[in-house]
């Protein structure tokens, strides 16, 4: 079974930009559909973008979308997501998940293996 490990929050001011990265253990990473999600203090968890197995489809939730990229390398089991133009909205935990389907998908219910989450906090 894949096990997942995020890096790469930290404290960013507001129009800056971070990487986050998420490690995948396991020989059958390739066959699962990624995800990112956060979760603000306070509010219920919520997609931020997904790509199926190959990388061909991504897919951002549309408060990220322009300013946000997934990507995955496959041959080194690596999924990240470039964030620029951080705002104080982004602030949050976020997640990596791997879905159950190579599709990957929107709803958090699709995935069921995840990662211990990495904090991101955008200052003002």
């Known amino acids: 079974q894949v096990q997942l490990v995020e890096s790469g929050g930290g404290l960013v001011q507001a129009g800056g930009s971070l990487r986050l990265s998420c490690a995948a253990s396991?020989?059958?990473?390739?066959?699962?559909?990624m995800g990112w999600f956060r979760q603000a203090p306070g509010k219920e968890r919520e997609f931020v973008s997904t790509?199926?197995?190959?990388?061909?489809?991504?897919y951002y939730a549309n408060s990220v979308k322009g300013r946000f990229t997934i990507s995955r390398d496959n041959a080194k089991n690596m999924v990240s997501l470039q964030m620029n133009s951080l705002k104080p909205e982004d602030t949050a935990v976020y997640y990596c998940?791997?879905?159950?389907?190579?599709?990957?998908?929107?709803?958090?219910?699709?995935?069921?293996?995840w990662g211990q989450g990495t904090q991101v906090t955008v200052s003002s």
């Open positions: 396991g020989s059958t990473f390739r066959n699962y559909g």
């Open positions: 790509i199926n197995s190959n990388g061909g489809n991504r």
């Open positions: 998940a791997a879905a159950k389907v190579p599709s990957g998908g929107t709803s958090a219910n699709r995935y069921d293996i």
